[in-house]
């Protein structure tokens, strides 16, 4: 069964820097496969944030290109994302999955709340 654990949010000031981690247990193939980082705001559809393949290439969405980075360690079977400048709309709540097409392959797992307010 595969598990995936989300941590590292909080509350920050606009302007700020979090680092969140994913942490993925169970019978996944981590390595080969691409993993990425979603979020959803109050009220809002769940979004994607960025990706990262197995070969190191990333994409990101418009709206955080340049201040999100997002990266993985295969043996920890963890995926990170670094958010810098943080924005009062950046504030939601966190996920890590892997994208199959337009779906994801496994169950969601509980997210972690970010929330950037003064």
């Known amino acids: 069964q595969v598990q995936l654990v989300e941590s590292g949010g909080g509350l920050v000031q606009p302007g700020g820097s979090l680092r969140l981690s994913c942490a993925a247990s169970?019978?996944?193939?981590?390595?080969?496969?691409?993993v990425g980082w979603y979020r959803q705001a109050p009220g809002k559809r769940r979004e994607s944030v960025a990706a990262?393949?197995?070969?190191?290439?990333?994409n990101y969405a418009d709206s955080v290109k340049g201040r999100f980075t997002i990266s993985r360690d295969n043996a920890k079977k963890t995926v990170f994302l670094q958010m810098n400048s943080l924005e009062p709309e950046d504030t939601a709540v966190y996920y890590c999955?892997?994208?199959?097409?337009?779906?994801?392959?496994?169950?969601w797992g509980q997210g972690t709340q970010v929330t950037v307010s003064s």
């Open positions: 990262i393949t197995r070969d190191g290439n990333t």
């Open positions: 169970g019978s996944i193939f981590f390595a080969i496969r691409t």
């Open positions: 999955n892997f994208p199959s097409g337009d779906a994801v392959r496994f169950a």
